[in-house]
């Protein structure tokens, strides 16, 4: 991508992102900061952020709380999603936004109670056919990944109410398939363009 093309791209997303308010997606209760205090009284604990902590890989121990129901884990060096991670059955939102993600397995399908799942800024380019057992999803944040083609289980996503895609370059074919795709959502998208891709 030319550096023109790359600042026009980053331009376009600062000022749409001024307009548009993201939704502010939380659950109430305590929240854990520490995954140490958490597994000291693993039954009480249903929000827990463990943004900046340097993991690189999905900490296991998250298995050991029963109950937990929002997690953060944005700012990491996570480069995948264990195969088990629907053993967390329930989570409602999911925040692994600016992570190493170069793939989403299909256990995400796995956690029915998702409600926000939150992967943005990662190097993700395709999502599997299995996000569309995600019923009850109502906010999903795919931006500054690489991601061009929705997977069409999503058209059964029907609560889906709210998907970013800004900062991923799209043709205005592909954007136009997109937005003909989810009549009923809400789409942030950047600017497309015909870039040859």
Known sequence: MSRIVFLLLMFSFTCFSAGMAQPDYQLQGKLYTSLEEAL?????????????????????????????RELDLGSNKISS????????KNLEILRLSRNKLVA????????????????????????????????????????????????????????????DMRAILLTDSEREEILLFLPDTELLLSPGCNCGK
Not at 46 to 67: C, I
Not at 81 to 88: N, R, W, Y
């Open 40 to 68: 000291a009284q693993p039954d009480s604990v249903f929000r827990l952020s463990l943004r900046r902590k340097k993991y690189k890989t999905f900490p296991v121990e998250l298995y050991s709380l029963p109950n937990l």
């Open 81 to 88: 999603l264990p195969d088990d991670i629907g053993k967390l």
């Open 104 to 163: 989403v397995n299909k256990s995400i399908g796995d956690l029915k109670q998702l409600r926000y799942l939150d992967l943005g800024k990662n190097k993700i380019s395709s999502l599997p056919y299995e996000i569309g057992n995600l019923r009850k999803l109502e906010f999903l944040q795919i931006w500054g990944n690489e991601v061009s083609q929705l997977p069409e289980s999503m058209s059964d996503l029907t609560a889906l109410k709210w998907l």
